[in-house]
């Protein structure tokens, strides 16, 4: 099976990858702005959307939704292994029953193969479920982007490995904005994206809104 075929390399690279230096937290200043939210009492078992900008900059997933149950916990330019560093104060205690996840984007873009963002998921993956078993999760697709259109074929690998690994698990989904991006062109639509050719518009927001729709209505 083809999926098979990358464990015994992806073993090889996670170890590479985990011990090749400290991890740094970027993060830990913007993540900590997240405990003022609520006055310091953070919504539980609701819906959770977390990763890099392209959740941060979605204004009000609760509105577009109509589901006062979801919280935006997205930060900066973030990549996988920062919600794997992170996870007790972006996920853990927020103790979502579902949890939406974008990571993957920067973690290409800054050089990482498809065998690593792979096992960056997998790793953030166990610990969901070994913490959170109940919790149902989503993957949206890394995006196909103007800007970032030189890496489409590792993100379009990336995205085909965590297809098909959560196309084995219960409760796990992914949800692909990848192919209803794309315009007759074969490249992403203009109107998908705001000036940088990245990050969205309103109108991609209402694509990834009708598409996540059915997986995250209650």
């Known amino acids: 099976m083809k999926f098979h ?10 170890a590479v990858n985990s011990f090749a230096q400290d991890y740094v937290n970027y993060w830990e200043k913007e993540i900590k702005v997240f405990d003022s939210i609520n006055n310091g009492n953070p919504l539980q078992d609701g819906i959770l959307f977390t990763g890099s ?10 509105k577009d939704f109509k589901n006062p149950k979801i919280l935006n916990r997205g930060f900066g330019g973030s990549q996988i292994i920062d919600l794997i560093e ?8 927020y103790h979502p029953k579902k ?11 800054e ?6 963002v792979f096992g960056d998921f997998c790793t953030l993956y166990g610990m969901i479920k070994a913490k959170l078993p ?5 993957y949206i697709a890394i995006k196909p982007s103007l800007n970032r259109w030189g890496k489409v074929l590792e993100m379009k690998k990336a995205n085909t490995m965590i297809n098909e690994f959560l196309n084995y698990k219960q409760n796990a989904f992914y949800v692909d ?12 639509e203009e109107k998908w994206f705001i000036e940088d050719g990245l990050h969205m518009t309103d109108v991609g927001y209402e694509l990834w809104t009708k598409i996540l729709a059915p997986y995250i209505s209650e």
């Open 111 to 116: 050089g990482k193969s498809a065998e690593i």
């Open 86 to 93: 992170n996870f007790e104060e972006v996920i853990l205690k």
């Open 99 to 109: 949890i939406v996840i974008y990571s993957g984007d920067n973690d290409v873009q």
């Open 134 to 138: 109940n919790t149902q999760v989503y």
């Open 53 to 62: 900008s392209s959740i941060k900059f979605w204004k009000n997933p609760a």
């Open 177 to 188: 904005v990848f192919s209803p991006m794309i315009g007759i062109s074969g490249k992403p």
């Open 5 to 14: 075929k990358y464990i015994l390399s992806l073993v090889l690279f996670i």
